[in-house]
C-alpha cells in the first residue's frame, strides 16, 4: 500500500516549523486564516496555490511535497545520548544500511536548512533596503 502524500499537512508542518501562524500566511498570501486552514486540510493543493505558498514558506514546492516529519524526527533523534550502547547502532536481519539511511536524511534537511536560512537572509536584505 503506497503512502499517502497529504500536502496540506506537510505545508501545516514546515509553516509550524518556520513558527509562522496560519494569519501571517493568509496575509501573505492574500486570502483568509479560513482558506489557509482549508488548504491545511487538503490532501491535494493547486500548482499555482502551492508555488505561492512555497515562496511565502522560503522553501520550493519539490521541498513540500518531498517533505517527511519522519525524516526530521530521525534526524534530530540522531543527536540523542546512545549511552547504554556506547553509541554504536545495530541492525540486525535490516535490509538497509543504516548510515546511508541516515546521510540521505541528513541531505534532505541540510537542503531544506539551506533553502530555509536563505528566504531568512533575503528577507533580512529586504528590510534593511527597506530604511
Known amino acids: ?19 509562522i501562524k496560519q494569519e501571517t500566511l ?3 498570501l492574500g486570502v483568509s ?11 491535494d493543493v493547486e500548482d499555482e496555490a502551492l508555488n505561492k505558498i512555497a515562496k511565502v514558506l522560503g522553501v520550493t514546492p519539490e521541498a513540500i511535497k518531498n517533505f517527511s516529519e519522519e ?3 530521525n534526524y534530530f533523534n540522531t543527536f540523542n545520548d546512545n549511552s547504554t550502547n ?6 540486525f536481519n535490516s535490509t538497509f544500511n543504516p ?14 536548512y ?3 536560512l536563505a528566504s531568512e537572509r533575503e528577507k533580512v536584505e529586504l528590510l534593511k533596503n527597506r530604511n
Open 86 to 91: 556506547n553509541g554504536a547502532v545495530y541492525a
Open 33 to 43: 486564516q479560513q482558506a489557509v486552514s482549508k488548504i491545511e486540510q487538503s490532501a
Open 99 to 112: 548510515i546511508d539511511k541516515l546521510v540521505e536524511v541528513y541531505e534532505e534537511n541540510k537542503k531544506l
Open 114 to 116: 539551506e533553502q530555509l
Open 71 to 73: 525524516a526530521v524526527v
Open 1 to 19: 500500500m503506497a503512502e499517502t502524500i497529504h500536502i496540506g499537512r506537510k505545508i501545516s508542518k514546515i509553516r509550524e516549523l518556520r513558527g
Open 26 to 28: 493568509a496575509t501573505e
